[in-house]
């Protein structure tokens, strides 16, 4: 019996050494495992460093670019409204031109259509008449017709009061080459006055 007895147990006692055998071979091979379980996880992490790094890096960038972004929206609303006031100063030039385009033909009509007096400088009226018929068939405007102060005038002579030296041109161009243009020294009424000589 007590035979039998030791049999068992040194049957039992080889199970359990084999049990324990296997037992710490998957004890090692799962210590291995965790072993690789951890050198995998500490290299994710450092991975997921690595990655939170760079995701740092792209937001300290994307908060230059938006900040860029946001200079450059200054600098286009500035571009605009320079636009806008360019353009209001285009057109307000553009009024200012056409008014001063105005003003100019306004003086220009009033210049170009002086009052003008004939003298007799021969001491003949007939010359002063000659002349003015003369002087309206090239457009000019004569209101008076009268003796000059004396009659000792060699040529024909047109005087012209301030900015009507142009008009004075005109009228002496119209006439013979021998005819005389000088400003008035004295005042007058009249825009220009032409005293016919004895030519």
């Known amino acids: ?6 049999i068992v147990l040194a049957l039992i006692l080889g199970f359990s050494i084999s049990a324990c055998a296997n037992l710490d071979k998957r004890i090692d091979v799962n210590a291995q495992k965790i072993s690789s379980l951890e050198t995998e996880s500490e290299t994710l992490r450092t991975h997921i460093e690595s990655l939170d790094a760079q995701i740092n890096d792209l937001d300290s960038k994307m908060e230059s670019v938006n ?3 946001e200079d450059f929206s200054g600098q286009v609303y500035k571009i605009e409204n320079l636009e ?3 353009q209001r100063i285009s057109y307000g ?6 008014r001063l ?6 003086i220009e009509a009033l210049f170009s259509n002086p009052k003008i007096k004939v003298l ?3 001491g003949k009226l007939s010359s002063a008449k000659k002349m003015s018929k003369k002087l309206k068939k090239m457009g000019f405007n004569v209101v008076r017709i009268d003796y000059a102060p004396r009659s000792d005038f060699k040529r024909n002579v047109v005087f012209y009061s301030q900015n009507f030296q142009n008009a004075a041109k005109r009228i002496a161009e119209g006439l013979d080459k021998n005819t005389a243009i ?3 020294t004295w005042f007058s009424v ?9 030519n």
């Open 182 to 184: 000088k400003p008035l």
């Open 93 to 98: 030039q553009q009024e200012i031109e056409q």
């Open 101 to 106: 385009a105005a003003l100019e033909q306004k």
């Open 67 to 69: 900040s860029q972004l």
């Open 120 to 122: 007799s400088g021969d």
């Open 190 to 198: 009249f825009d220009i006055i032409v005293v016919t000589g004895k």
């Open 84 to 86: 806008k006031e360019t």
């Open 1 to 6: 019996m007590k035979r039998a007895s030791l």
